[in-house]
């Protein structure tokens, strides 16, 4: 049995779920989110709770049953609250402005990086230092970190680069004489 597929989702006022077979849309003050559930889950609706079960009893429905679950309650957080991710930029001369739908990045290389910011996701530069991510998709939201945290990876010598706020970056000692 899975402990977090036997969860049931507890649906918030100003939130409206609708569950067509294995397609479920979720409508909220955030925006709207649709996904298409395995075929090896059920999904039912019952006084704002939303409650996902197996299929059947074979190990591929157990695996997607608490998966399936999760992704729901994901959805119908997102479009309630948001999801928001924290980049930290360290190195003398990086910087990060957002300007309409494009960030534009200093990190140290010849020219200037400019990453197109993908729709449903809103990125605030409060510090030249600090990129602020949200959105209402959890998968988009980490993808995008991802990717702006790729294009300078934090290196281990003197800690320069793009960091998640609160992430520990283990340091190497440099050279002996």
Same mark, same amino acid.
Request: charged fraction near 25%; glycine fraction near 14%; proline fraction near 3%.
């Given at each position: 049995m899975s402990r977090i597929g036997k969860?049931?989702? %507890?649906?918030?006022?100003?939130?409206?779920?609708?569950?067509?077979?294995q397609d479920i849309t979720v409508t909220g003050p955030k925006g709207t989110l649709?996904?298409?559930l395995p075929k090896e889950v059920?999904?039912?609706m019952e006084q704002n709770r939303i409650t996902v079960k197996?299929?059947?009893?074979?190990?591929?429905?157990?695996?997607?049953?608490?998966?399936?679950?999760?992704?729901?309650s994901n959805m119908v957080a997102g479009v309630s609250t948001g999801f928001t991710e924290n980049l930290e930029i %360290?190195?003398?001369?990086?910087? $990060? $402005? $957002?300007?309409?739908k494009i960030l534009k990045l200093n990190l140290g290389f010849s020219h200037e990086v400019n990453y197109a910011i993908p729709e449903g996701i809103t990125i605030k530069t409060e510090k030249p230092t600090l990129i602020n991510i949200t959105g209402a998709n959890?998968?988009?939201?980490?993808?995008?970190a991802a990717e702006i945290r790729g294009m300078k990876r934090p290196e281990p010598y003197k800690g320069k680069g793009?960091?998640?706020?609160? %992430?520990?970056i283990r340091r190497k000692e440099g050279k002996k004489k």
């Open positions: 969860l049931p989702i %507890e649906v918030t006022s100003g939130v409206k779920v609708d569950i067509k077979g649709k996904n298409s059920q999904v039912t197996p299929g059947n009893d074979n190990q591929r429905a157990r695996a997607m049953w608490g998966l399936s679950r999760t992704l729901v %360290e190195g003398v001369g990086f910087r $990060a $402005a $957002a300007q309409g959890k998968q988009l939201v980490g993808q995008v793009i960091r998640y706020a609160g %992430e520990k």
